[in-house]
């Protein structure tokens, strides 16, 4: 995707929850910019375009993220919308048609009746009292027969009028689908999943990156105590959106399922986990259908099935503190924090032996067995929270208001740094802060707030043409 634009050598990506959107750095002239994005067609959009200090061209585009292409949504609105048209036309031919018949009937009648009227008038004097009566009975009973015609002439008037009103809509729809483009619903969708293809291709080439921003909140919820946590499976596939909740940070058994996020939002649809040993501490995540935690009192990590019930596995982190020996600065029996990125299973803790300098360890989900460690050289006392992104864990300065992530260690090169990622501690007491690869988004527990985060991510490539 990058050769279309001679002379761009690297690319920024900036994730949203609704969007992604690719920053491009260009060190040729920012013209090139609209070169990068000539299908307009296909969903691509240029955002901004602007010249950086050092003279490099900085492009934004606007892509639509996985299932929400605008064409696709609007090329099936369309259809429906033609569907309904087709179905209504049909209805008005059957009522008229039966209006037709019904008419041609009342019509009948109304000649009889006037026929008895015209006997009526001629016959006067010359009937008899009772053949008068008769008739004159015969004649009231057809009576309502004549504001029943009046009433058919005006549906029939009503009928005319709407087909034609169908007509003109129907006519309508087919010019918006020829600006549209000249496909078919069928060709259309083909197009649509083509550009989603290359989209998440090219997504997930430049997937990961190094943490550059972080958005403002997004209050989800207010729920439950001050300390908690809630999540997402981070391996789930895109159409399951249930949302795990898990109030308190200690001693705590019981686990809420909410079918989808709408669900959890409102408080319904959801089912109860007890689960069989106590929770210890906020820093559980669930992964392909499993909840991994910490038993109270003890090292021992657990790892919980959903669908069967049942612990499957659990084992005993070798040398990991707990029971508030070595807790995040907020404490809550936060000493054993486990998290998920895009590499997989981690657990960060501290042992007596790094002097209470944070550990990081890559676990087998299995087994949970450490398949590696990293010292990372930082207190865990100083750390309000810490999430992991690609392989980097990233730890913040506080878990109080001010916060920013401070801190980078980078288990590829077993080096760090330090970093100013500020983010916005809208309620002052974060006590959980995870991240989701699948969303790319922070979830965090916030003084009773369930609150969520975009992040903004960098990673730099090669062309074709560099060096």
């Known amino acids: ?181 000249a496909y078919g619903y069928e060709d259309l969708q083909r197009r649509v999943m083509a550009l989603e293809a290359r989209l998440h291709a090219c997504a997930q080439k430049l997937g990961c990156g190094k943490l550059t921003g972080v958005s403002n909140p997004i209050t989800v919820r207010a729920m439950g105590s001050r300390f908690g946590s809630w999540m997402t499976d981070t391996m789930a596939p895109s159409a399951d959106s249930r949302v795990w909740y898990m109030d308190g940070y200690y001693k705590g058994r019981r686990v809420l399922e909410f079918r989808t996020l709408g669900d959890f939002i409102k408080g319904q649809n959801f089912i109860q986990h007890l689960l069989p040993q106590p929770w210890a501490g906020t820093g559980h995540v669930v992964y392909n259908g499993s909840l991994f935690y910490n038993k109270y009192q003890s090292n021992v990590v657990v790892k919980y099935h959903f669908r069967s019930r049942s612990v499957l596995v659990q084992r005993s982190l070798p040398g990991a503190g707990y029971n508030n020996t070595f807790p995040y600065s907020w404490g809550g029996f936060s000493d054993m924090d486990f998290m998920v990125d895009e590499s997989g299973l981690w657990a960060v803790y501290t042992t007596n032996q790094n002097a209470g300098n944070i550990v990081v360890s890559r676990l087998d989900p299995h087994t949970l067995e450490v398949v590696r460690s990293w010292d990372t050289g930082y207190p865990k006392r100083s750390a309000g929270e810490a999430f992991m992104i690609c392989g980097v864990l990233y730890v913040t300065n506080s878990h109080l208001a001010g916060a920013k992530v401070y801190f980078a260690y980078f288990t590829n090169t077993s080096s760090y740094e330090y970093t100013d990622v500020p983010f916005h501690n809208q309620y002052s007491h974060i006590s959980m802060l995870d991240y989701n690869p699948r969303e790319r988004a922070l979830y965090t527990w916030n003084n009773g707030h369930q609150v969520l985060y975009n992040v903004t991510l960098f990673h730099v490539i090669s062309t074709a043409g560099d060096p």
């Not at 033609?82 to 008419?103: A, F, I």
Request: net charge negative; with cysteine.
């Open 1 to 181: 995707m990058t050769t279309k634009a001679p002379g761009v050598s690297m690319w920024g990506l900036q994730i949203s929850c609704h969007e992604l959107m690719y920053n491009l750095y260009g060190i040729e002239f920012c013209t090139g910019c609209e070169t990068l994005f000539q299908s307009p067609e296909e969903g691509w959009q240029l955002y901004t375009s602007a010249q950086a200090p050092d003279g490099k061209c900085i492009c934004t585009a606007v892509i639509p993220a996985q299932s929400t292409c605008s064409r696709d949504g609007r090329s099936r609105e369309l259809r429906q919308l033609m569907g309904k048209v087709q179905n209504v036309s049909q209805s008005m031919e059957v009522l008229e048609l039966r209006t037709y018949r019904d008419l041609q009937y009342v019509r009948s009648m109304e000649t009889l009746m006037r026929s008895l009227d015209a006997r009526l008038r001629a016959a006067d004097g010359s009937l008899s009292a009772k053949s008068f009566q008769e008739l004159k009975d015969r004649m009231s009973e057809l009576l309502p027969l004549s504001s029943v015609l009046e009433q058919y002439k005006a549906d029939t008037r009503t009928i005319v009028r709407l087909r034609e009103e169908v007509r003109n809509l129907s006519s309508s729809l087919a010019a918006i689908q020829e600006e549209m483009g």
